[in-house]
């Protein structure tokens, strides 16, 4: 890339002896005339190569910045356990080693144990990360006003006046509880098949005592958090009580809290960790304020006897599959905004439903207005129903995912 320019030739002067003085000076201004020339040209080339330079200077900035990157090795994501005298002993994420470091003293004042922390290969601290890095913060739910309300929830009085008496009247009325000398339940355990209704539940209750809703689930506390899930209990928790008036959902309780096996691996003393935290939480809940927890599992079969035990979620409350009834309801509900015909009978389309639970009802009630849609119609009829049932059934039957995977939720 050889932009080196070619000089323009340097003019000569040839003064003859001989000629007359009028000459000699015409010859001059010719000469004159030329230098100025050549110089007006070596100007330009002096601008094109200087423009040239700053080009290069830009590319060899680039070029030295990319190499500082490459040179710099990546670092490692780690919890700092310990602090002492010796140094901090850091636990290494994913892989769960646990070190002991020393720490300089300007780093050791920056740290505190329970910090996440970045460290190089030789496991020197390098970094805190603030919570803004912090991926777990994404991993929770937080709504401080949910708009689900009683009345949005079909079927399930018997159940919703249990949680509310357990989650809602300690937090609206906790001197009854005062008076009375009892203690109000520490956690409420909802069970019963997925899309029941138990998530709704907890929002709507969140949302009538003017509560903030946090969800997790208990699959995020062991799944995506190896090595942090103990922790990530500790925030939510704190969270909670940072945010209070405050329900705390934990959805998929059982990836916690599945009962003891044998098996040894590590991963299943990852879990066992997060439980033990979660029970010592809830063991210390009382100082705690007005947080109240609510967890929920379709697999009610698979929990370990010790989160149910009193003082902990000691309020067990079936969610059972909508019946005839609750299903008439739970398609009233999810129509109330739709430009129905006349035809549109709830009772029979509930008695063709058996065994759908409300999130399948609702996907029926979506799917129906698709194929409105579809036809061009602004109306939804029974046949567009019909057509919706079909076809859940069939995606039911062939395994694939239902309709409504892709956009509820
Ligand atoms: P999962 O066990 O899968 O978490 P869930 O029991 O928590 O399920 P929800 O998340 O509460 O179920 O329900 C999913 C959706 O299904 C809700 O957003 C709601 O639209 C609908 N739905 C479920 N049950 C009912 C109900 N009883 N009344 C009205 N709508 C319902």
Not at 319 to 326: F, G, H, R, S, Y
Not at 376 to 386: G, N, Q, Y
């Amino acid at each position: 890339m050889s932009r080196s320019p070619t000089l323009p030739d340097r003019p000569t002067l040839d003064l003859d002896p001989e000629s007359s003085p009028e000459e000699r000076l015409a010859a001059l201004r010719e000469h004159l005339r030329r230098l100025v020339d050549v110089n007006e040209q070596l100007d330009d080339q002096l601008e094109a190569v200087r423009d040239h330079r700053a080009d290069l200077r830009e590319e060899v900035d680039d070029l030295q910045r990319e190499n500082e990157t490459l040179k710099t090795a990546s670092l490692y994501l780690a919890t700092v356990e310990d602090l002492s005298e010796d140094g901090a002993v850091v636990k290494q994420h994913g892989n769960n080693q646990e070190v002991l470091t020393d720490v300089s003293e300007r780093m050791r004042e920056r740290i505190e144990v329970g910090d996440r922390v970045t460290i190089n290969d030789s496991f020197s601290i390098q970094d805190v990360l603030d919570a803004e890095t912090d991926a777990r913060a994404q991993a929770m739910e937080v709504d401080q006003s949910p708009s689900v309300e009683y009345e949005d929830i079909g079927g399930l009085e018997e159940e919703l006046r249990e949680v509310r008496e357990a989650v809602e009247d300690p937090l609206v009325n906790p001197e009854q509880f005062a008076a009375v000398g009892v203690e109000p339940p520490s956690g409420v355990l909802l069970h019963g098949p997925p899309g029941t209704g138990k998530t709704m539940m907890a929002k709507a209750v969140a949302n009538e005592t003017d509560a903030t809703f946090i969800k997790m689930a208990g699959s995020e506390l062991v799944q995506k958090f190896i090595g942090e899930g103990s922790r990530l209990v500790r925030d939510l928790f704190d969270l909670a009580a940072q945010e209070e008036p405050a329900i705390l959902f934990i959805d998929e309780i059982d990836a916690v809290a599945a009962e003891r096996t044998d098996s040894k691996t590590s991963g299943d003393a990852e879990v066992q960790r997060t439980m033990m935290q979660l029970l010592s939480e809830m063991d210390g809940f009382d100082e705690r304020g007005d947080v109240r927890i609510i967890a929920a599992t379709n697999r009610f079969d698979m929990l370990d006897s010790a989160i149910l035990r009193p003082g902990r979620f000691d309020r067990l409350i079936e969610v059972p599959e909508p019946d005839q009834e609750a299903r008439e309801r739970i398609i009233e509900i999810h129509t109330r905004e739709m430009n129905l015909a006349e035809a549109v009978d709830y009772e029979s389309l509930a008695a063709k439903t058996e065994g759908f639970s409300g999130a399948e009802l609702e996907s029926l009630t979506t799917e129906a207005g698709m194929f409105a849609i579809r036809d061009d119609r602004a109306e939804v009829t029974m046949a567009d129903f019909e057509a919706a049932y079909e076809k859940i059934v069939e995606n039911a039957e062939d395994g694939s995912l239902p309709p409504y995977a892709s956009y509820v939720r």
